[in-house]
């Protein structure tokens, strides 16, 4: 089942989902993981490359994305149990969150915005669970809710188990009981149309042209831009 880290509370809430990479952390937060992973054994670059050459056009791809990201997490990882991955994600995970530059401040302040006024404030993202909540606890963000990728460990090494991204992540969220509209929406990419569409509003954070214009050709007066730090 999808991580859902807090009690939902007071149905009467107002619910705010906020995306992860490129709205409160400003990259890529499983690949900076992989980085470092691989950079802690560089032995193991070279192989790793070569397994993974095949796989960058995939992750260009919205419709094959997600499948590349699998068969890359699974090379990159390879060797680590479950319970190693979950030690290094965290260890990750915390020295992120405390690294200048490394969290979109305007982020971390409108999520702790939303708590303190009482709003349910869910990050929904496809980044993996352990990684991103080690990071949301070292950030003061401990009583946002968590729906995000799971990492399993499968006979060929440790894989996702589910990755939530695109219509995923609604599936994901109403796995735990959330259904839509919510009432306002955070994101940094048209790839979440399908999870912006259900939002009474959606906040498009730092987002390109051809992607902001691609949400809101689909969600008309409803949409805000910003620009974050």
């Known amino acids: 089942m999808p991580t ?32 470092h992973h691989l950079l802690r054994a560089p032995w193991r670059v070279p192989g790793f490359l070569v397994a993974t050459s095949a796989l960058v056009p995939m992750i260009g791809v919205p419709a094959s994305r997600s499948r590349g990201l699998k068969l890359l997490l699974r090379a990159g990882f390879a060797g680590l149990s479950l319970d190693q991955y979950r030690v290094r994600a965290t260890a990750f995970g915390t020295a992120l969150a405390a690294r200048p530059g490394a969290l979109l401040d305007d982020g971390v302040a409108a999520a ?24 949301l606890d070292a950030a003061g963000l401990q009583d946002a809710e968590l729906v995000a990728s799971r990492i399993g460990r499968t006979p060929f090494g440790l894989a996702f188990e589910v990755h939530a991204y695109g219509p ?45 214009a691609r949400v809101r050709s689909a969600m008309p007066g409803r949409v805000t831009d910003v620009r974050w730090d």
């Open 168 to 212: 995923q992540k609604v599936r994901e969220l109403a796995a735990v009981g959330i259904e839509p509209p919510w009432d306002v929406a955070y994101s940094d990419s048209s790839a979440d149309l399908p999870m912006l569409r259900g939002a009474r509003s959606a906040v498009l954070v730092n987002v390109g042209e051809r992607s902001g």
């Open 112 to 135: 702790r915005a939303h708590l303190t006024a009482g709003d349910r404030v869910v990050v929904v993202t496809g980044s993996e669970a352990t990684l991103a909540r080690a990071v």
């Open 4 to 35: 859902a880290t807090a009690p939902a509370g007071d149905p009467s809430r107002r619910t705010i989902l906020m995306d992860f990479d490129g709205v409160i952390v400003r990259e890529d937060s499983l690949g900076g993981l992989l980085r």
